[in-house]
């Protein structure tokens, strides 16, 4: 009996190891896609290529769970759908604090600019005047962009990680479904 909880430990030990791990990996693409996306609102070809990169984190995530299972051990769909989430909070923990350093020293400013200028633009204020009738819709995107610049980069952190935290959990699902270990027809 005490072996039995000593095997259910290490199993469980093991798999936040390798979630860990594996989590790193993805936790780069977030932060590749991110980057790529904040360096996309210079360069718009790099903001694609950035959606890129965070839409192979599925696969990527996929494929190391069921190399886990092809080398390591047999993968549960309980255990798989653990893992997968632990994969991805790790990551999400990694996007979120690379996108703290980014908004509180690397910014600059960029991405403020980048809206104001978007918001000048007369399609947008067209836009904004059809989407809220009878009301000054440029003093209401003032009003949200000052808004915006005051708040301070470890707000936008805790922001950005319950979005990770959701995404991450999102995730888990189908990653867990197609990684799983199917029990043998033949048993």
């Known amino acids: 009996m005490a072996n039995d909880t000593k095997k259910e430990y290490t199993d469980s030990q093991q798999s936040r190891a390798y979630a860990a791990y594996y989590g790193l990996w993805v936790g780069l693409c977030w932060i590749g896609s991110f980057a790529l996306t904040m ?5 718009p070809f790099a903001g694609n290529f950035g959606l890129l990169i965070g839409l192979c984190s599925l ?6 769970l069921r190399g886990f299972r092809e080398l390591v051990a047999p993968l549960p769909l ?3 759908w653990h893992m997968a989430w632990m994969m991805f909070l790790c990551a999400a923990l990694l996007c979120t604090a690379a996108q703290y ?3 509180a020293y690397l910014d600059g400013g960029l991405l403020m600019r980048t809206y104001s200028e978007l918001l000048q633009q007369p399609e947008m204020q067209e836009m904004m005047a059809k989407m809220l009738p009878g009301q000054d819709a440029t003093a209401i995107m003032d009003e949200a962009l000052t808004q915006f610049a005051a708040t301070p980069p470890s707000q936008l952190a805790f922001q950005f990680l319950f979005w ?7 995730l888990a699902f189908p990653t867990a479904l197609f990684s799983f270990s199917r029990p043998n027809a033949n048993s």
């Open 101 to 103: 350093i980014y908004f």
């Open 164 to 170: 990770n935290v959701l995404l991450a959990t999102f």
């Open 39 to 43: 360096y996309g609102l210079k360069e």
């Open 78 to 80: 309980r255990r798989a």
């Open 59 to 64: 696969p990527l995530a996929i494929w190391l």
